[in-house]
Structure formats: C-alpha cells, structure tokens
C-alpha cells in the first residue's frame, strides 16, 4: 500500500544566485527542478549557473576578500555568533525546508541538522579569537615570526545529504579565518543553501563575502575548480567526482580537501551489550535513510553470536517507521532522488543474485516517493560488490568472523576509510581495535556522536583534509615566516 502523504508542506518560491549581496537569476536562463522527494512532485526551481556567472561570483569574493581579511577577529567572531542565534530563530523554518529538500524527518532536522549548523557557527566564533602566529628563534640576529593568513577565495562544493551541515562545517571556518567564499550546494538539494544566504547577509556578512551559486556540478561545480580566482577549493562528495576534481584541481596547482564516500564496518564482539550493540547497528544504518557518509552498512558479528543477532534483526528492522518526513514518528523518510532509489534496488537485486539472505525489507514502497524498505542482508558470498561498494541507502550486509585479527582485516578490506565502530565491554579491546581501524573517526559502543570540535575526514579512497576541530580553521589558513633584521 502506497503511504499517506497528508501533512502539509512549507511553501518555497523560485531560486536565484546570490552574487555580490544581489539576488540575481542564471546568465543563461536555465533553471533546475526541486523534487519532493515524498512525493517525487517539483516544489519549486533554482537557477542554473553558468560559468560566466561563477566568473561574475568569484570576482565579486575577490573584490570582498580583502576587507574581510583585515576585519578583526572579534568583529568576525561576533557576525559569526549572530549567524549561529539567527538560525535558532528561524530553527523551524530551515528544519522544514531542509525536510522538504532531503526527505529527512522534521524530527531529525530539528534535532540534528539545524543544532548541529548553528553550532557549528559558535564553535567558529570562539575559534576565531585563538588564530595567531609565534614567534620563533634564529641563529642571527633577526625578530622571527609567523602569521596565519586566510588562502583568499574558497571554493566550497558539497552533496545532497547534509546540505546544511556540511555548508556550515566549510562557511563558517573558511570565514572566522577571514576568507571570501563561492558555495556551489548540490543540484538535487539547493534550497538551504539559500536560506543560509539571506542569513549570513542578515548577520552582517558583508556583501561578495559569501556567493551562492546553484546549478549543475559539471558546470559550475566545474567552473570553480578551474577558475584561475580561487584559492582552494573545499569538496565533499563521492569518491569517483571526488577523484576527478582533485585532478582539475592538480592541473590548476589548487590546494584541495576532499571529504569523500565511505563504507564504514560495525564490529560486534561476542562480549557486547547485546541491547545495546542491536540499537546502535540500527541507528549506523537507518541514520538519514542510510544516505550518511559515516553511516555502517557492514556489519561484522562474532560468529558466536551470529545467528542470535539476525534473529533480533529480523524482528526489530521491520518495525521501523518508514514514512513522511513531515510525521512527527517517522525515523526513515525517502531516498532523496529518484537515482538513488534506483542504486538501492540494484544493490539489492545483485544481493539476490548472489545468493544473498534477504532477512528484513528489500523492496521500494509502493508509490510516487522514493521509499525504500530498511534492508537486511546476510550471508553474502566474500568479496561481494554489495559489500565492498557505497550502497548509500537504508541497506546493511551482515558477515561472520571468528577472531579479532579478522575482524580487523575484514574491517579494513575496502577501498574506503571514513567511519568505523565496534560494540564491546572490554576496554583494551576497544583501545586496540581502534587503532587499528583505518578510518578518520571510530565509535564505541555508539554511533555517529559527532560535535564541531572533533575533526572527521578520510584515509584512503575516502579523501583527505579534516573538517571540524581547530584542524579545519588552519585548514584554511596558510602561514607566512616575517623575519626583521636587528642589525
Ligand atoms: P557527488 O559527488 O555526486 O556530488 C557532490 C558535489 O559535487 C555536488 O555539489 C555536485 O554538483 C558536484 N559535482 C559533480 N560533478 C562535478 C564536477 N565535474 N566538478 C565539480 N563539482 C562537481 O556526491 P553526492 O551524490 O551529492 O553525495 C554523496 C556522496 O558524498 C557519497 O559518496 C558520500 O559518502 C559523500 N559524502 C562524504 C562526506 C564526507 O564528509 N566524507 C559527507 C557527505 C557525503
């Protein structure tokens, strides 16, 4: 039975490029639907960016960067603080349309994305104040010194899944270090991106410090990452566009971070709380529809516990609310596009292929969204596709192991290395395992804990470069050696 979608949605009008302070439409006219993703209906259009008009956003960060650069810290800090409480006053406002956009539950914008930017844009604030460079010694005669300059205009190009948060973990640190910023927001999920405009700008952020120019990542994702006027270019997204645009960038001599996919494994030890180890596999996978870079689709079980764990699966996964985003009790809304959907089923299909166990889910729902089942899968043949590739979608593959050595191997034998956790009482263990994770970020007896102050970001085919932490702000700094002869 295809699901209610009755409750009604936040009306949003036609999107123009914010360049220079000015709302200003596309150069050549063409425009880009906004889907529901709830009910696959176009709710609105932005425009689409032509490389002129990234040309026109990156001139108007150059004409504004310097200004902002030699604005001092406090008074960064202080805009900064206003755009973090400016969100929270318009908190129920930018949680709809982030639900609307993404087919997230209002619960989780509401609890997680909005929070999350607004603190994002304190933690900033603060941070701001601590920049400065030290003075160091030298073997002659000559005042020494360093000083953390901003790298100027900074490309900031990020996916549909996050759209707020992952705008605010690169605006609001490019800023505090006094950098101009050109946001180039995913096609599929412009609209907070927006929002986020007028905010900034309400704040105080003078004009041409920030641009927001929606449209195609071929186009202007692709125009920033070529244009001789930005500085760094800051990139989330998948690994294979990811790996593309390190090497425009490398052509270009263009320093880059690249915060890309991930396929993080979940270890349960045969010592874990069981209750608890069962709530945080499902919140790893079920977390934004599994459509999390972090998310922990491999699931690894102590072979002991193997066949006790699928059962509890099996029970608990069907039970999960699947819904409108706009119901207040759901916890998984739909895919955000349409394509992504289509991936899911894929993956599901070759499961099946493959002699895959299908013990919860593994249909799309009936109807116009994008809903796809939360899906369990066990006994998958060893180096299954469905397991070593990014699903992206609510799916979790389950394998047995017998030691901690191979849970470690089978932890690591993916391309990708963002994310890992791992369920046990012991703490040596948990100490051990974890550094032997290839990942940025591991959990324990948890998942997806994450706070502005703690740095996330990839080893191998999954990026690198940290966002969050002090790491980021000097991520977009540079330093500069002074030294004045006392001679
Ligand atoms: P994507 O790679 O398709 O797109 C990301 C951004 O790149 C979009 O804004 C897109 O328009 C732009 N783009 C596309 N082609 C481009 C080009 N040729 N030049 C410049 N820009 C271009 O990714 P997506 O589907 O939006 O996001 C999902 C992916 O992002 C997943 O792989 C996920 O794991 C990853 N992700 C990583 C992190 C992280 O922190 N590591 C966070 C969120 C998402």
Not at 41 to 70: C, I, K, L, M, N
Not at 346 to 362: D, K, L, P
Request: net charge negative; glycine share 10%.
């Amino acid at each position: 039975m295809a699901l209610t979608i009755t409750d009604p949605r936040p009306e949003v009008g036609p999107g123009q490029l914010f360049v220079a302070g000015q709302w200003r439409p596309a150069g050549g006219g063409e425009r880009l639907d906004v889907l529901d993703p709830a009910t696959g209906r176009v709710v609105t259009t932005v425009a689409a960016a032509t490389a002129t008009d990234v040309h026109t956003a990156v001139a108007a960060a150059r004409t504004a960067f310097p200004e902002w650069r030699d604005t001092p810290a406090k008074i960064r800090a202080r805009v900064l603080r206003q755009v973090s409480d400016l969100i929270m006053a318009r908190a129920d406002e930018i949680a709809a349309v982030e639900s609307l956009d993404v087919g997230k539950p209002i619960s989780l914008c509401r609890a997680v994305d909005v929070p999350t930017a607004a603190d994002t844009y304190e933690y900033y604030a603060a941070l701001a104040l601590t920049l400065e460079g030290a003075q160091r010694s030298v073997p002659f005669p000559a005042h020494a010194y360093t000083r953390r300059e901003p790298l100027g205009v900074v490309g900031a190009i990020t996916p549909f899944n996050f759209p707020l948060i992952l705008s605010s973990t690169k605006i609001a640190p490019a800023l505090a270090a006094g950098n101009a910023v050109v946001h180039k927001p995913a096609e599929d999920t412009p609209l907070s991106a927006l929002l986020m405009a007028e905010l900034l700008t309400e704040a105080g952020v003078p004009e041409g410090v920030v641009n927001v120019v929606t449209g195609l990542g071929t186009v202007a994702g692709e125009a920033l990452l070529t244009h001789p006027g930005v500085d760094a270019v800051a990139f989330t997204g998948s690994t294979s566009v990811g790996r593309h645009a390190a090497s425009v960038a490398g052509e270009h001599l263009k320093p880059v971070s690249m915060e890309l996919g991930g396929n993080a494994a979940h270890i349960v030890f045969e010592d874990a709380d069981m209750n608890q180890a069962v709530d945080a596999v499902i919140k790893a996978f079920v977390f934004n529809t599994g459509q999390f870079c972090m998310a922990g689709p491999r699931l690894l079980v102590a072979r002991s516990r193997y066949e006790a764990f699928l059962e509890i699966l099996s029970q608990a996964v069907p039970g999960i609310p699947v819904g409108d985003p706009f119901d207040e009790t759901t916890v998984v809304g739909p895919m955000a596009a349409e394509k992504h959907l289509a991936k899911v089923e894929q993956y599901v299909r070759i499961a099946r292929e493959e002699g895959g166990r299908v013990i919860a889910g593994g249909e799309r729902l009936p109807g116009d969204g994008f809903f796809f089942q939360p899906t369990v899968i066990a006994d998958l043949p060893a180096g299954s596709r469905v397991v070593r590739e990014e699903i992206f979608g609510p799916v979790l593959t389950v394998q047995p192991f017998d030691t901690e050595d191979e849970a470690v191997m089978l932890a690591n034998s993916t391309e990708y290395g963002l994310a890992a956790g791992l369920q046990t009482r012991d703490v040596a263990r948990a100490h051990r395992v974890a550094a032997r994770l290839d990942a940025g970020i591991v959990w324990v007896n948890d998942w997806a804990m994450l706070d502005p102050a703690l740095p996330f970001g990839g080893v191998k085919h999954s990026g690198f470069g940290r966002e969050n932490g002090p790491e980021a702000l000097e991520a977009y700094t540079r330093t500069k050696s002074v030294l004045i002869s006392l001679a």
